[in-house]
């Protein structure tokens, strides 16, 4: 029997309690008034004390909200009043900083694409060229390549060199970093763009729809307008292409230069202004990218991480917001273990895996060694089952090959069982690369919660049930709430890159009215509002012996007890509740 009480945590991570409630701001209906709308419903009153609102929330252009314009609020889908509405509900936010990068259509980059030197955000984004001058050659494309002690250490996000080639007001093309997105596309030309651009007077119409064809063609077919083949106009070629290059558009996410004040006086500005939109909690995304330096991997350097996520907190604390560094790893690295030795809470991205493998093959061995673990060293966590990403499976891995005991919360071949049950119930993955261009792993699979249990609805209900009993804050994803399932259309609508959408399906007001007709809905609201209004959760948790196929969870605050009792073969299990100011409470199911 193991023990933890909430006053052993460490002084300095201090998450609010309650349960928070996950969602985009168009998940439900079509703004946030829709959402605040279906809370305000007596079905969930005291269900919800906090919101993560997904970063749509702001205004944005690509990966649905983590490509960050500005963080000014996004009216096509939100209002000040729909937050003031959601205030009055007692429920306060979480909302992302986006650390490591920006988008392309910030002002800040709209500033360098004009200005170019002479802009003041010249700094802001990475000049790859300049970050690399001394560690690598420049190759006869103009971009540095780094030398290859260098560059094998490199994580990367998508085939290829991480950059992105700008174009300055001087015509120069200079690379700069991009670990994420990026798209460049050019406007069609016609034959009026090309003779008043040029301005040559022995061109005639003809001429210049001639050349116009020739052009458009190239650029369909995503040709280098540089190697295009002019015929009798080759002499015209700089030219012509200077015209084309004018209208060079981008999409894309462009890293942040972490030695500029500027982007520190940036994140400052952000905090306050996350802060006056009613923040609470800010996720830190993609912070373990930010700290890049020669001769180290460009994720999570040590010590330069921590330094940053320092300087962060205190800034952060200026307007009493907490922090939270989200981060994907293998377990066997242990970042977890020094992200909250450091004084920050951490995402348990290892949660949704181990529920899948103690449902599917009826054991709390792997599951119980993580509760364990987190009452042994303090982790301070906020868990969910489901989320607007996919289902973590590369973060149970350890360090080396080895059997469980050796570094991985399961064995290689176990991982590979709940990942193989996933996709033969309609999961999708997402891969990890290599700087060779070559997978290296799978890094998530896409699927609803509900979905990867096998639609099975037992299976549910009680992956929710130890959800609430788990150590830490829990998140509960709009989708799974509702029993939602895989949403194939919308993964093949949005093409390679649409796999996360299977988790995405927006619910209509009538989807939600017929939801909340269902039993498993109903129970899961439940079980919530437990989680939620219980001093119980405030106190010690306790794990009772049980055999392996059985689970027996108690939390204790003073007089006020909470009991789960499950079977982890048939899924039955029993809440019992108990305060000095009220009878028992019972909730069995089935």
């Given at each position: 029997m193991e023990a933890m009480k909430a006053e052993d945590m460490p002084a300095k991570i201090n998450l609010p309690r309650g349960v928070i409630f996950n969602a985009y701001p168009d998940s439900i209906g079509q703004k946030l008034s829709d959402i605040a709308h279906v809370l305000k419903k007596p079905e969930f009153e005291n269900v919800f004390s906090l919101f993560y609102i997904l970063p749509t929330i702001f205004n944005s252009d690509l990966d649905r909200g983590f490509s960050i314009i500005d963080y000014e609020l996004n009216d096509e889908l939100v209002s000040q009043q729909d937050l003031e509405q959601l205030h009055e509900l007692?429920?306060?936010?979480?909302?992302?900083?986006?650390?490591?990068?920006?988008?392309?259509?910030?002002?800040?980059?709209?500033?360098?694409?004009?200005?170019?030197?002479?802009s003041k955000y010249r700094d802001f984004f990475i000049d790859w060229n300049k970050f690399?001058?001394?560690?690598?050659?420049?190759?006869?494309?103009?971009?540095?390549?780094p030398h290859e002690e260098h560059l094998?250490?490199?994580?990367?996000?998508?085939?290829?060199?991480?950059?992105?080639?700008?174009?300055?007001?001087?015509?120069?093309?200079?690379?700069?970093?991009?670990?994420?997105?990026?798209?460049?596309?050019?406007?069609?030309?016609?034959?009026?763009?090309?003779?008043?651009?040029?301005?040559?007077?022995?061109?005639?119409?003809?001429?210049?729809?001639?050349?116009?064809?020739i052009v458009n063609d190239l650029l369909s077919a995503k040709q280098d307008i540089r190697e295009i083949d002019l015929g009798e106009f080759s002499?015209?070629?700089?030219?012509?292409?200077?015209?084309?290059?004018?209208?060079?558009?981008?999409?894309?996410?462009?890293?942040?230069?972490?030695q500029s004040q500027e982007v520190w006086k940036f994140y400052d500005e952000t905090l306050n202004k996350l802060r006056s939109h009613g923040g609470k909690l800010v996720r830190l995304d993609a912070f373990a990218y930010l700290h890049k330096e020669p001769g180290k991997s460009n994720f999570f350097n040590e010590p330069g991480t921590w330094q940053y996520l320092e300087r962060l907190k205190q800034m952060a604390e200026k307007y009493e917001l907490i922090v939270l560094p989200e981060i994907h790893s293998e377990y066997g690295e242990k970042i977890h273990e020094k992200v909250t030795a450091n004084g920050f809470p951490i995402y348990d991205f290892f949660f949704p895996g181990l529920v899948i493998d103690a449902l599917d093959r009826g054991t709390n061995k792997f599951l119980l060694r993580w509760i364990n673990e987190l009452i042994e060293k303090n982790i301070k966590t906020i868990n969910m089952l489901g989320s607007h990403d996919g289902i973590p499976v590369?973060?149970?891995?350890?360090?080396?090959?080895?059997?469980?005991?050796?570094?991985?919360?399961?064995?290689?071949?176990?991982?590979?069982a709940v990942v193989d049950r996933i996709l033969d119930r309609g999961g999708r993955v997402k891969n990890l690369w290599g700087s060779d261009g070559q997978k290296i792993s799978y890094y998530?699979?896409?699927?609803?919660?509900?979905?990867?249990?096998?639609?099975?609805?037992?299976?549910?209900?009680?992956?929710?049930?130890?959800?609430?009993?788990?150590?830490?804050?829990?998140?509960?994803?709009?989708?799974?709430?509702?029993?939602?399932?895989?949403?194939?259309?919308?993964?093949?609508?949005?093409?390679?890159?649409?796999?996360?959408?299977?988790?995405?399906?927006?619910?209509?007001?009538?989807?939600?009215?017929?939801?909340?007709?269902?039993?498993?809905?109903?129970?899961?609201?439940?079980?919530?509002?437990?989680?939620?209004?219980?001093?119980?959760?405030?106190?010690?948790?306790?794990?009772?012996?049980?055999?392996?196929?059985?689970?027996?969870?108690?939390?204790?605050?003073?007089?006020?007890?909470?009991?789960l009792k499950a079977d982890l073969r048939d899924f039955s299990f029993s809440i019992t509740h108990n305060d000095n100011t009220s009878d028992s409470r019972v909730l069995a199911y089935p």
């Open positions: 007692n429920v306060m936010f979480k909302f992302d900083l986006v650390l490591n990068h920006l988008s392309v259509g910030s002002p800040q980059f709209q500033d360098l694409l004009e200005n170019g030197d002479e690399w001058q001394s560690h690598g050659e420049l190759s006869p494309e103009g971009h540095v390549i094998e250490k490199l994580f990367m996000r998508k085939p290829g060199l991480p950059i992105l080639k700008v174009r300055f007001p001087d015509g120069s093309d200079r690379p700069y970093w991009n670990t994420f997105y990026q798209e460049i596309t050019y406007q069609e030309v016609t034959a009026h763009k090309l003779l008043q651009a040029l301005g040559i007077t022995e061109l005639t119409h003809e001429d210049a729809e001639n050349i116009a064809a002499h015209h070629k700089d030219d012509i292409v200077s015209v084309v290059e004018q209208n060079r558009k981008y999409l894309g996410q462009m890293d942040l230069n972490a590369l973060d149970l891995k350890g360090n080396d090959n080895v059997d469980v005991s050796g570094g991985s919360l399961l064995s290689e071949q176990e991982i590979d998530q699979v896409n699927a609803t919660f509900f979905s990867a249990l096998g639609e099975d609805e037992s299976k549910l209900r009680l992956a929710r049930a130890i959800q609430m009993f788990m150590p830490g804050t829990p998140q509960v994803w709009y989708l799974d709430l509702f029993a939602g399932k895989n949403d194939y259309a919308a993964a093949d609508r949005g093409g390679s890159g649409g796999h996360k959408e299977i988790n995405r399906t927006t619910l209509s007001i009538s989807d939600i009215e017929k939801g909340l007709q269902q039993a498993v809905v109903q129970d899961q609201l439940e079980l919530l509002r437990l989680r939620n209004t219980s001093p119980a959760f405030e106190g010690e948790l306790t794990i009772n012996s049980t055999e392996e196929h059985r689970l027996h969870l108690s939390w204790q605050y003073q007089q006020c007890v909470a009991s």
